[in-house]
């Protein structure tokens, strides 16, 4: 049985590879087909052009090929700020610094941005493709009754990814579905189970109070 914050490790370990990817140059060897390139470009452009973005998401991890954990988190995102919900944690950037919050143990920790704060913006993975992975159109796909467009990535380098495959809705320009697989077989997947833009969202969303955490420990890096 995976713990919660062995769940909280693996869940920031599938997004950190790509915001690290995110910070390399342009591989000259990385190899992308027409199809994969427009489908993908589509959907970064329409996540880049929207004031704010919510995502309402499973996480599930496994091995081989079998799923042992599911966890529902939500994802807050506007430009360079963001905030994440999942397993009793909650992370906010507010263009500044990271605060990172367990109901569990009571705790905050506070940390200087360090320039991979949006490692769990999908924009982020998005765009990685174009530095780090080569990427190759496999078709159609049903995803939860939805037909998406399959696509995989296949990293240029050893980072540690086999492969990852994104489900796109091509015709609103979605993310619908990401399935990360790891050398050593572990499993990672998000599915994206509600999506909306543009919102109307209270002015301190991604702001923290102190005031609200009296009884926390609070630790600043």
């Known amino acids: 049985?995976?713990?919660?914050?062995?769940?909280?490790?693996?869940?920031?370990?599938?997004?950190?590879?790509?915001?690290?990817?995110?910070?390399?140059?342009?591989?000259?060897?990385?190899?992308?087909?027409?199809?994969?390139?427009?489908?993908?470009?589509?959907?970064?452009?329409?996540?880049?052009?929207?004031?704010?973005?919510y995502f309402k998401f499973m996480y599930s991890t496994g091995n081989n090929g079998k799923i042992t954990k599911k966890e529902t988190g939500i994802f807050y995102t506007a430009p360079s700020r963001y905030k994440?919900?999942?397993?009793?944690?909650?992370?906010?950037?507010?263009?500044?610094?990271?605060?990172?919050?367990s109901d569990e143990d009571q705790e905050v920790t506070i940390a200087k941005a360090n320039g991979s704060e949006m490692m769990f913006s999908p924009t982020n993975y998005l765009d990685s493709y174009k530095k780090e992975y080569n990427t190759t159109y496999?078709?159609?796909?049903?995803?939860?009754?939805?037909?998406?467009?399959?696509?995989?990535?296949?990293?240029?380098k050893n980072n540690g990814i086999r492969e990852v495959d994104i489900y796109i809705d091509s015709a609103k320009s979605q993310l619908v579905k990401i399935e990360q697989k790891q050398t050593d077989n572990a499993l990672a997947i998000i599915q994206i189970t509600d999506y909306r833009a543009n919102q109307n969202l209270a002015k301190d969303i991604f702001s923290f109070s102190r005031s609200k955490y009296k009884n926390y420990l609070i630790t600043e890096l």
Request: net charge positive; aromatic share 8%; hydrophobic share 40%.
């Open 84 to 101: 994440l919900k999942i397993m009793g944690t909650e992370q906010i950037f507010d263009g500044s610094k990271i605060y990172s919050i």
């Open 1 to 53: 049985m995976i713990k919660r914050k062995e769940m909280r490790s693996l869940f920031s370990k599938i997004f950190l590879s790509v915001a690290l990817a995110g910070g390399f140059t342009f591989v000259s060897a990385q190899k992308a087909d027409s199809k994969s390139q427009q489908i993908l470009n589509r959907v970064l452009a329409k996540y880049k052009a929207n004031r704010n973005t």
């Open 138 to 156: 496999i078709g159609k796909k049903s995803v939860a009754g939805k037909t998406t467009d399959m696509i995989r990535l296949v990293p240029i």
